[in-house]
């Protein structure tokens, strides 16, 4: 069911596919009482762009390319899947 869901947070900009996430919470993994986070990632062709951090700063980034844009995809796919694991929700991007 969860594959389903993830076909509705990616969004078609300007050529590209993206997904924005955020966690508003209890992070136990980092022993963090209450944690504000954001997740975006992007895919243009064979390269993702991660922009991640806490909500309200700059955040970081990161690129990855990769072989082919099925395999970049994929990794996407699976970033994604790992982030709603963990407990992150799509929103509107700010």
Known sequence: MK????????????????AYLEF???????????SAKFW???QNGKGLH?????IGTKGQEQDKSFDSAEAATAEMDKLVKSKIKKGYVEKKKP
Request: no cysteine; proline share 0%.
């Open 50 to 54: 991660i922009h991640f951090g806490r």
């Open 3 to 18: 594959s389903m869901a993830l076909v509705v947070i990616y969004r078609h900009t300007l050529g590209r596919e993206m």
């Open 40 to 42: 975006e990632v992007t």
């Open 24 to 34: 508003i919470g209890e992070d136990e993994q980092r022993g963090v009482e209450e």
